[in-house]
Every structure is written in C-alpha cells, then in structure tokens.
C-alpha cells in the first residue's frame, strides 16, 4: 500500500495557498488607505508650547497640537522619560488637542501625534522636547500609609502633606497626580480629610488577595506660583482574606466571617447606658498582647463609682481614643445576655484569644444595633466606610459627588454580611 499523499490532495492546498495569497494581495492594495504606510504629518499639523530656539518649553502652560487644512487629529500621546503619561482632550472634530493636566518641570517628553486626511490615509508625527524648571524651589511632600505590608479589605490608603492645600484648584492638581492602581481593578477614589491629608477607598470593600500600587506623579508639576510638587516613595500593599466581624449589641453576639463564611459566633458584652458602643464600621488599628486599661483615660474621675483600673490581654484596637476588643473574664456572666462594659467588647480570654490570632490590621470590626452613636468618619481610627459613595465622592477635589452610587447604610443584621 502506497503511503505517499495523493496528487488531488496536493493540489487542493495549492489552490488554497494561491486563494489566501490572492485575499492577502488584496487586503494590501493601495485602494484601502488604512493599509497604506502613514505619511509624515509635519507639515500637518502646528504646536504650542514646544520651546524653540534654544529655549525649553514652559511647564506651567498647556500643550497644544492643532490640525492643518482639511487634516483632522486622531490620536495623540505625550509621555515623559519617567513614563507618566500627559492627559488630554481630543476637540470632537479633531481639529485640536489640548493637554488637561500640567506638564512636569525638568521633563523630557516625547509626544506621538496621529492624523488622516481627505480620503482617510493615516499620518504620523513623533517630536521630543524638554521642559524648563521650577519657578520656585519650594516642594510638596507627600507620605503615602499604610507602611508596606499585609492589610484586611477595609484598610483605607492615605496620602499625609507636609502643607496644608485648601485652594480648590490646587487640590485638583495634587490629586489628579496621586494614583492607586489595584489587582484585580476596582472602582476607587480620594478624599480630602482635611487641608494636609487624604484617604482613597474603593466603593465596596478591596478584594480579598488585591495587590495595590500607590504612586505620585506631582513631583515636578506646578501647584502654584510658589509651589510645585516633589518627589515621593512608591508603596505597595496587599490585601489578605476578606474578614468581617459583626457584633450585634442588642443579642450580644459577635459573628465572624471569612471569605463570606461565617467561621465563629461568640458571646459578648458591649457598653452600658451611659456607655454605648459605637454603631458603624471600624477597622482594625493594631494589636496589643497586654494594655493597661485605665477609667481617667476616658474621663472617668479616679474613685468614682465607674472607675477602673485593670490589666488586659489580647487587645485588638478599632479607635484611638480607646475602644477596643478584648478578652474581660471578670464579665464572662453576662457575656451573651447583658451589656456591662464601658464601651469596649468583652469576650472571654480563650475567645479573645482565638479573635487576636485571626485579625489582622485593616480588617472590618462593624457595631449593629448598639444605642451609641455612629463610628466617627475621620479623626478616632478608619470610620471611613461609614459614609455612603455619593458622601464619599463629595470630598473629591475632581468629582465634587458626580458619581451617584450609593450605598445602602440601614442597620445591619450579621447575616447581611
């Protein structure tokens, strides 16, 4: 038996390859101008802010790329030796470009213009150029925080100023140049705190195992006749399980959730009249094996009928000014049925225990249904995810609240979570 290929076989393939080459010739031909080579657009298309003659380009003013004749502009990107790329509008007819953010002093960019013209043949440009320096030697620092590390979903990023901004249009600047990339990506944004401090926070919650890159593109760029950004130090965080711990005051129980499992229920005091727990969302500041806990701290007169002075393990803070989660034996009677405490959540040893080697900073710590008042925003810890999205964007310097998600804020039941 013959194993040698039949001659109709053969020919069949070469008919096809003389098919594909004839497609492939006609994709090719100069009839189709987004085939053709693009053309070079020089002569095309005209610059503002390029410098010239020696002289290096003003980084305080715009640039600005403008179509010639019939020509219209089609794409253009401008980015510098750093790869911070410039933005910029496109006018609808695509008779001009113009740079919306400003250009970084002591820049080198390299700028790629796309054009057509009448019948729809591509052209191109690509140009450099150098921009001039400061015009003031004073800088804006800025800190990013956390420090690098491991955090639970509900930790915020924060950028601290070592100057206070409170101009609208100088706080634009300084944000639009503050970036927080994540994996996988999520819809975020900053909020201004208050003149020297911001805090960005997606809509929802991080994604458990989201890997977040912070970074500052204001170093060089103008925030003011007197002011211009400097560098900053790049920080990355991860994001670890998504872990929840939901204390209902009115049942005295606390249920925890792991990557929307629940993994435990346990029994719990919250704060007495006079004493509530805050209702609303903390989130997890540190841990602290042993804390001395003592009444003055909190304004409780020394000898009074409140007052305390006691030693205390596995301590796990949600505010500054003091609450925390801790183990508290000498209330395991009324853990489950009564709230005793003033203000803290009490479990037994063995619980807090087990509660201080599954938490992690940046976890979430949320109060139900408690008769205190709602977790502060700002100024006592991370009450951030308190406000809703709309209240959220509303202290953007760019969207001044455009975005309308809200976020449901009714009392929660743990098994909401």
């Given at each position: 038996m013959s194993h040698e290929p039949r001659p109709r076989t053969v020919v069949g393939c070469t008919l096809l390859v003389i098919a594909l080459g004839a497609v492939a010739s006609a994709c090719g031909s100069d009839g189709n101008p987004l085939s053709a080579?693009?053309?070079?657009?020089?002569?095309?298309?005209?610059?503002?802010?390029?410098?010239?003659?020696?002289?290096?380009?003003?980084?305080?003013?715009?640039?600005?790329?403008t179509a010639e004749d019939d020509d219209r502009i089609t794409d253009v990107t401008a980015v510098d030796g750093t790869g911070r790329y410039v933005a910029g509008e496109l006018a609808a007819d695509g008779s001009r470009w113009h740079s919306t953010e400003p250009l970084a002093a002591n820049a080198h960019y390299t700028v790629r213009v796309s054009t057509e013209d009448d019948d729809g043949a591509p052209g191109r440009r690509v140009l450099t150029f150098d921009t001039g320096k400061p015009t003031s030697k004073k800088r804006l620092g800025v800190e990013f925080g956390p420090d690098a590390g491991e955090y639970g979903v509900g930790q915020p990023v924060t950028a601290k100023l070592d100057q206070p901004?409170?101009?609208?249009?100088?706080?634009?600047?300084?944000?639009?140049?503050?970036?927080?990339?994540?994996?996988?990506?999520?819809?975020?944004?900053?909020?201004?705190?208050?003149?020297?401090?911001?805090?960005?926070?997606?809509?929802?919650?991080?994604?458990?195992?989201?890997?977040?890159?912070?970074?500052?593109?204001?170093?060089?760029?103008?925030?003011?006749?007197?002011?211009?950004?400097?560098?900053?130090?790049?920080?990355?965080?991860?994001?670890?399980?998504?872990?929840?711990?939901?204390?209902?005051?009115?049942?005295?129980?606390?249920?925890?959730?792991?990557?929307?499992?629940?993994?435990?229920?346990?029994?719990?005091?919250?704060?007495?009249?006079?004493?509530?727990?805050?209702?609303?969302?903390?989130?997890?500041?540190?841990?602290?094996?042993?804390?001395?806990?003592?009444?003055?701290?909190?304004?409780?007169?020394?000898?009074?009928?409140?007052?305390?002075?006691?030693?205390?393990?596995?301590?796990?803070r949600v505010t500054w000014s003091g609450e925390y989660v801790h183990a508290a034996p000498w209330s395991v009677g009324s853990q489950g049925y009564a709230n005793v405490s003033h203000g803290c959540t009490g479990m037994s040893t063995s619980n807090a225990e087990w509660f201080f080697d599954n938490i992690r900073q940046g976890d979430v710590v949320q109060v139900v249904n408690s008769y205190g008042d709602t977790m502060e925003t700002f100024g006592n810890g991370f009450g951030d995810w308190n406000l809703d999205w709309k209240k959220w964007t509303e202290g953007s310097a760019l969207t001044g609240g455009k975005q309308q998600t809200v976020r449901d804020t009714s009392r929660l039941r743990p098994a909401a979570v």
């Open positions: 080579r693009p053309y070079d657009a020089t002569d095309q298309i005209s610059f503002r802010n390029l410098g010239g003659d020696g002289k290096k380009s003003d980084p305080a003013k715009p640039l600005e790329v901004i409170k101009d609208p249009a100088q706080r634009a600047v300084v944000e639009r140049a503050l970036k927080v990339d994540s994996t996988p990506s999520v819809q975020g944004g900053w909020h201004w705190v208050d003149d020297k401090e911001l805090h960005y926070r997606p809509q929802e919650y991080w994604p458990a195992h989201a890997t977040l890159r912070v970074r500052s593109n204001l170093d060089g760029i103008k925030i003011s006749d007197r002011l211009w950004g400097g560098p900053a130090k790049e920080l990355k965080l991860t994001i670890g399980d998504r872990v929840i711990a939901v204390t209902d005051a009115s049942s005295h129980s606390m249920t925890v959730f792991k990557n929307n499992e629940e993994i435990n229920q346990i029994p719990v005091t919250t704060g007495k009249p006079g004493f509530e727990t805050r209702n609303g969302v903390k989130v997890v500041l540190g841990k602290e094996y042993f804390v001395r806990m003592r009444g003055t701290t909190v304004g409780i007169a020394e000898g009074s009928s409140e007052s305390y002075d006691l030693p205390v393990y596995y301590a796990t």
